[in-house]
């Protein structure tokens, strides 16, 4: 049985990832919530898109390219104890994208090779799930106690099929995927 505390308000939020051979682009907030944290692109979803839209809108915005044909691959639960909500992020990863990267009022974006992404400086949850979300054609759901934003008090992080998650994204957003 989940032990996890589920708040009544969701907020509903993209996040999307460029990986190319072994490098992944990243990008580290200058402002705001996971601020001087290195992350991928994205954000809340706006009314009147889909979660798809919002997270190239989000990427566009925060570092300037196009992701081209995003895969959706994991959803993120976070039980914000702190701000009284629950957090459904959805992941995604582009493998090719257009334009040129720049750097924004939001995000300075960096090439990372994969083998020395630093996590002592990302969100404390990304350890656990960035080595699936690494891989290809995995998928995966995770849910997070946040006691204050940098400790968490459980996890549940697990692979699942690809139905399994587009069920679960259903489940807990009502906004379309697509
Ligand atoms: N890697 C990682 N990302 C997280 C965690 N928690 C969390 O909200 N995020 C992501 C989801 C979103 O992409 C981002 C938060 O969105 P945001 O507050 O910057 O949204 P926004 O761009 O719409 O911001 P704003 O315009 O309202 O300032 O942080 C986490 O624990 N790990």
């Not at 993209?14 to 051979?21: G, I, K, N, R």
């Not at 691959?73 to 959805?90: A, E, P, R, S, W």
Request: with cysteine.
């Amino acid at each position: 049985m989940s032990t996890m505390v589920n708040f009544p308000k969701y907020s509903h939020c993209t996040l999307l990832f460029v990986q190319q051979a072994d490098k992944l682009l990243l990008g580290m907030k200058k402002r705001g919530f996971g601020v001087n944290l290195w992350n991928g692109f994205g954000g809340k979803v706006d009314l009147n898109e889909t979660v798809r839209q919002a997270a190239i809108r989000e990427t566009q915005e925060e570092c300037g390219i196009t992701p081209i044909d995003p895969k959706f691959l994991g959803l993120l639960k976070f039980n914000m104890n702190l701000d009284q909500k629950t957090i459904i992020v959805h992941v995604f990863k582009s493998t090719e994208y257009t334009g040129n990267i720049t750097e924004s009022e939001e995000m300075l974006p960096k090439w990372f090779d994969i083998d020395k992404i630093n996590y002592d400086v990302m969100w404390p949850d990304d350890r656990i799930w960035y080595p699936d979300m690494l891989k290809t054609n995995v998928f995966f759901f995770g849910e997070y106690d946040f006691q204050e934003h940098s400790v968490i008090t459980s996890s549940n992080h697990k692979i699942v099929k690809e139905e399994e998650l587009l069920a679960l994204q259903k489940q807990l957003s009502k906004i379309p995927l697509d």
